[in-house]
């Protein structure tokens, strides 16, 4: 499979939610979720501070608790305007050795978690062809005076 190397490049709110901007070499797309989801993309990639745990706090520390942590993310899919994805995660334990496990997940979810844990995001191939290019629209926002805060690229191979 065809996989090409993506990244967060912003998420703005939505009047239903939030919309993810998603970079790669060729263009820049946009997964749209709820307020909930892209708030949470927002703060991992922020490094905010929270008073207490949000859901994916709580997965990132189940998952280190068990030796294991998300390795990358694939948006894999894009069918009927719903976007698919897998979480790879790696695992390495005393009971069962190194393991390698690909979960189906919401982009959503997956991109969070990536964000959390600095791993890579991929998308495919056949996602990349099926989506339109958003670049111009993010920069006729910034032209128009709308707050566009980008992060600084991919992150870093952990």
Same mark, same amino acid.
């Given at each position: 499979m065809d996989i090409l190397p993506a990244h967060v490049k912003?998420?703005?709110?939505t009047s239903g939610g939030a919309a993810v901007f998603l970079e790669t070499e060729e263009k820049v797309?946009?997964?749209y979720m709820d /307020?909930?989801?892209?708030?949470?993309?927002?703060?991992?990639?922020r490094d905010v501070p929270?008073?207490?745990p949000l859901? /994916?706090?709580?997965?990132?520390?189940?998952?280190?608790?068990?030796?294991a942590r998300a390795s990358r993310v694939i948006v894999n899919e894009f069918r009927e305007d719903?976007?698919?994805?897998r979480l790879i995660l790696e695992?390495?334990?005393e009971l069962l050795g190194h393991q390698i496990i690909e979960l189906d997940a919401r982009p959503s979810d997956a991109i969070t978690i990536a964000t959390q844990q600095s791993a890579p995001l991929f998308v495919t191939r056949q996602v990349l062809d099926a989506v339109e290019d958003m670049t111009h629209i993010l920069e006729e926002m910034k032209n128009r005076g709308f707050q566009?805060?980008?992060?600084?690229g991919p992150p870093d191979a952990p």
């Open positions: 912003t998420v703005l709110p797309f946009v997964i /307020h909930a989801m892209g708030a949470a993309i927002t703060m991992q990639m929270k008073e207490r859901t /994916h706090d709580l997965i990132g520390s189940l998952l280190e608790g068990f030796g719903i976007f698919f994805a695992a390495e334990n566009v805060d980008e992060d600084a």
